[in-house]
């Protein structure tokens, strides 16, 4: 036990038993006193059990419980979005806030895919209940829209970045060492957390770690250079999802930009402004319940004309421009809308194609970027306050004369009504 001084009192015990040779344990002593033989004991904040998978279970489920109570007690009421904080401050604090107790000591386990993908649905559950979307939204969607970096690229930025952190060590140190015997000795296939971090590296093609040992370049450097390789990864995975999903037909003019909220959520909205997202969000991720949609998530035979003016199919283009029955909600704001508008391109919306009118209602920017320099102006925001003003108002409506006409639709007769 040469260079290190152990407390006597907190001192305990694991004993960590081979796969393939279950020894047992032998009593251990300190200054004659036995100590203690423990399962799991916390050593500078990272729970270590007797085996890596124990390791990683302990410590995910204690970042768990931590960053779940954080999310709790710092959003309260404003975690859905109603105590008037918008989507781009949730986001900015979870970032700050939440993410870091999330991911603790996890750069050091590096946990397997099993526990990553428990980690990332803890992601993606988050941004659905902050956005008030449906559990049904495309993963794809999430990240669109939040520009959150899937935990899985969160963990080998934190690996990658320590171990520059060992590279940079002074080449007498045991951190050194161990690097050295580790890439020398062992096979790609071995679990050595080096020979994982070579996988990582590798991946994001990084070169090797042997290289970055031999010529390491400065902190600030290096970082930059593995955000651009990771965020370029995931900019291409995401991207190439997008087009895969028919419900992302509204969101395929935009690309994935991490650590980029998409523009639409990111301006200064009111809180009843940020109330009436809801319904916007949803015909942008394919989720508001057309019934169109619901026949096809159905198994029972739904009819899929609209149950207000029955006309005919209730396609988001039925409901957003043509329903006649919705046609006194929509005219008054499609004033404002028209003006706004003309106000930003000197055109006329109304002589726009229906399919690009719809589009633009539902997410304007990829449109409007052409004739605005920033998403920040109050131009765009005042474009994107009568088109929330409008996809709500429809939403109401719709909901109102839904409940309506079920209440006036004649009951369900019994057919096995049994007479005394
Ligand atoms: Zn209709």
């Not at 397997?112 to 008030?132: G, Y």
């Not at 979307?133 to 794809?140: E, F, G, I, R, S």
């Not at 320590?162 to 002074?170: A, G, K, P, R, Y």
């Amino acid at each position: 036990m040469e260079r290190y001084l152990l407390q006597p009192t907190k001192s305990v015990h694991i004993h960590v038993s081979h796969q393939r040779k279950k020894g047992v344990s032998t009593p251990l002593f300190m200054n004659n006193d036995e100590i203690p033989s423990v399962q799991r004991a916390i050593h500078l904040g990272i729970i270590r059990t007797d085996s890596m998978l124990n390791n990683q279970k302990a410590n995910v489920d204690e970042n768990f419980k931590k960053a779940r109570r954080k999310a709790y007690s710092i959003f309260g009421s404003g975690y859905k979005g109603q105590a008037g904080l918008n989507v781009l401050s949730i986001i900015h604090l979870y970032k700050s806030y939440v993410l870091p107790v999330l991911l603790y000591g996890l750069e050091l386990l590096l946990p397997p895919e099993r526990i990553i993908n428990c980690l990332e649905a803890f992601q993606r559950k988050f941004v659905k209940e902050i956005l008030r979307l449906p559990d049904n939204t495309a993963n794809a969607a999430v990240y669109l829209l939040s520009g959150l970096l899937p935990i899985e690229a969160q963990i080998h930025i934190q690996a990658l970045t320590f171990l520059h952190t060992i590279c940079s060590q002074d080449r007498n140190s045991i951190e050194w060492a161990l690097l050295e015997r580790q890439i020398s000795f062992k096979s790609v296939d071995s679990s050595s957390w080096f020979i994982q971090v070579q996988h990582i590296m590798w991946k994001y093609e990084l070169g090797t770690v042997a290289d970055l040992a031999d010529n390491t370049p400065k902190k600030g450097k290096w970082k930059t250079r593995v955000l651009k390789a990771v965020h370029s990864y995931w900019s291409d995975q995401i991207d190439s999802l997008t087009p895969l999903y028919s419900t992302l037909f509204f969101l395929r003019q935009d690309k994935y930009v991490p650590g980029k909220i998409l523009p639409l959520l990111s301006l200064e909205y009111t809180a009843r402004e940020s109330e009436r997202l809801k319904t916007k969000v949803r015909l942008l991720t394919g989720t508001y319940m057309l019934q169109t949609k619901r026949k096809n998530f159905n198994q029972y035979d739904i009819n899929p004309t609209c149950q207000m003016c029955g006309e005919e199919n209730e396609t988001a283009e039925h409901f957003v421009l043509k329903c006649s029955a919705l046609h006194s909600v929509r005219q008054s704001i499609m004033v404002d809308i028209e003006r706004q508008w003309g106000a930003i391109t000197e055109t006329s919306f109304n002589t726009l194609p229906v399919d690009e009118q719809l589009y633009i209602l539902i997410n304007s920017w990829p449109t409007l970027k052409t004739f605005l320099k920033t998403h920040l102006s109050s131009e765009f925001h005042e474009f994107e306050k009568h088109c929330g003003r409008l996809l709500y108002g429809l939403d109401r409506t719709r909901q109102l004369l839904l409940v309506t006409n079920a209440s006036q639709r004649p009951p369900r007769t019994k057919h096995t009504q049994k007479t005394n």
